[in-house]
């Protein structure tokens, strides 16, 4: 256990060296971000849901596929859009660039 003397390596300070933020108050405004974010998608699932004709009868595997056609675009759209709000519309476009990137290498293999 860390005394008073020693330096703790803070989770701030840990997701602040794993993204390369330069402040504690960046990690906060891309954790709020991701909060903002995730809290439209729940307003925006439904009616989304609704212009298709989804509901609970559908089977569970169409409401998974639209999920991932329509609510998933959506949810990267909404993270720009936070991002931008929130001044940190570069952390999250390169961050979607390296999330696509990934995706189409598991495509290339």
Not at 44 to 72: C, D, F, H, N, Q
Not at 75 to 89: H, P, R
Not at 93 to 103: D, G, H
Request: hydrophobic content about 50%; charged content about 20%; overall charge positive.
């Amino acid at each position: 256990m860390a005394g008073k003397g020693q330096s703790e390596n803070h989770w701030a300070d840990k997701l602040k060296e794993r993204w390369q933020l330069k402040s504690a108050w960046q990690v906060v405004l891309v954790l709020l971000t991701f909060a903002c974010t995730g809290f439209s998608v729940l307003f925006l699932k439904e009616p989304l849901y609704a212009l298709a004709g989804i509901s609970e009868a559908t089977p569970a595997l169409w409401r998974t596929l639209y999920y991932m056609v329509a609510v998933l675009p959506a949810y990267q759209v909404l993270l720009l859009a936070w991002g931008f709000i929130f001044g940190q519309f570069r952390f999250f476009w390169n961050f979607e660039k390296r999330m696509f990137s990934r995706i189409g290498d598991l495509f290339r293999k």
